[in-house]
């Protein structure tokens, strides 16, 4: 795992209970032949508050993915507060895209933690760095790695399947 900041992290058995979360939600993505993406958004205190999955194949929506929808479930879960989400923290199932990166950046979530790198569209820190990005007005704590080979192992079978 790699970090991005020397604050206070969650303890390597949260990080990977978050991420065995957005793994689950990832599964459910192959019923509707959508690409497995999960991710999860967890509160201060370590519930779940909103989870999304990747659905652009099903909704032939490219602004669907896991990421947009667990942002935006959290602000309906959290209605009776802000829509910012300041306190929590995002698990994904793999590096988000510029897109999704620009949406954790607006909803002022302060980490971010995945697991597999994205070499092709990543925005935090593999291709671009959107999260970490010193010009804008938020900058995202990034947890990078949490049970990679699991998440990038189902991102292949997925696409082994499809050729």
């Known amino acids: 795992m790699t970090t991005s900041s020397a604050t206070l992290l969650p303890d390597d058995a949260i990080l990977i209970s978050w991420m065995r979360q957005a793994l689950r939600t990832a599964q459910?993505?192959?019923?509707?032949?959508?690409?497995?993406i999960g991710a999860a958004i967890f509160s201060p205190d370590?519930?779940?508050?909103?989870t999304g999955v990747n659905a652009t194949r099903q909704s032939e929506d490219p602004t669907r993915h896991a990421?947009?929808?667990?942002?935006?479930?959290?602000?309906?879960?959290l209605a009776d507060s802000e829509w910012e989400l300041t306190d929590c923290t995002l698990?994904?199932?793999?590096?988000p895209c510029s897109m999704c990166a620009g949406a954790i950046?607006?909803?002022r979530l302060p980490r971010v933690v995945f697991g597999a790198w994205e070499p092709k569209?990543?925005?935090?820190?593999?291709?671009?760095?959107v999260l970490r990005e010193?010009?804008?007005?938020?900058?995202v704590e990034v947890i990078?790695?949490?049970?990679a080979d699991e998440c990038g192992e189902l991102l292949r079978r997925f696409f082994a399947n499809k050729r």
């Not at 459910?28 to 497995?36: F, I």
């Not at 370590?46 to 909103?50: E, P, R, Y």
């Not at 698990?91 to 590096?95: G, L, N």
């Not at 990078?144 to 049970?147: C, F, N, P, S």
Request: proline share 4%.
């Open 28 to 36: 459910t993505a192959a019923a509707t032949d959508d690409v497995p």
């Open 46 to 50: 370590g519930q779940l508050i909103s």
């Open 67 to 77: 990421e947009m929808i667990a942002i935006s479930n959290a602000v309906i879960a």
């Open 91 to 95: 698990a994904v199932t793999i590096e």
């Open 105 to 107: 950046v607006l909803s």
């Open 121 to 129: 569209t990543g925005a935090a820190g593999s291709v671009l760095d």
């Open 134 to 139: 010193p010009r804008l007005n938020h900058q």
């Open 144 to 147: 990078a790695g949490v049970l």
